[in-house]
């Protein structure tokens, strides 16, 4: 899946280590794991993790080419902001390398990709929302449970084909005729498992969204 398998040259291999290395350490030193101090936070963070590396594990292969699967990092950032998203999903594709016993090569790329791209993307995203759209609960769950996992996986798969291109040399082969539909379907997938994530947590455990002020977005009941 992602890029665990694609024959990569060690300079692109060892640039990704080092990137995501970079962005790993830069979201440590923001201490994220203060947010998880309630135990009950820490179970939630943990379940997620783990029902996210099942979806990775449930993928599709297009031609040998590039992987389709559901990310679920614009949760990840609803829930818990950017910096413990960043390292959930730093965690996912390492068990995904180790359940499909693929060689450690490609495992940055794969998280830079699939991972942090989708976490940048779905931070920027909830900054901007908060900034200038409604602060009410209807808007919240249809900019960040909805549109924001959308954006998300259109532009990380424009960017997985776009990796697949120049690994190839520039040919546009590896990529087959029907990824754009694929691509569509995922984003459809995406946004509702997401939405309706976002949905029933901001509805029902409003004190798991640790992101956003109670008051701000009227989720209800105290903050933990």
Known sequence: MGFLYTPLPIWVA???WITAAGLLALAL???PFRRLQDATLQHVWLAITVAISVLWATNAWLDDGPVMHLLGATLFVTLFDWALALIAMAVISGIAAVVFDAAWLGVALTFLIYG?????ISAL?????SAWLPRNLFV????QGFVSPTIAVALASGAAAGAHIALAGGSDSVVPAGYA???LLLALGEAWFTGMATALIAVYRPAWVTTNDVRRYRLGGPRT
Do not use: T
């Open 14 to 16: 060892v640039g990704a």
């Open 29 to 31: 030193m923001r201490r």
């Open 116 to 120: 942090a791209m989708p976490v940048g």
């Open 125 to 129: 995203f909830q900054r901007a929302s």
């Open 140 to 143: 919240f769950i249809g900019a």
């Open 181 to 183: 539909f694929s691509v």
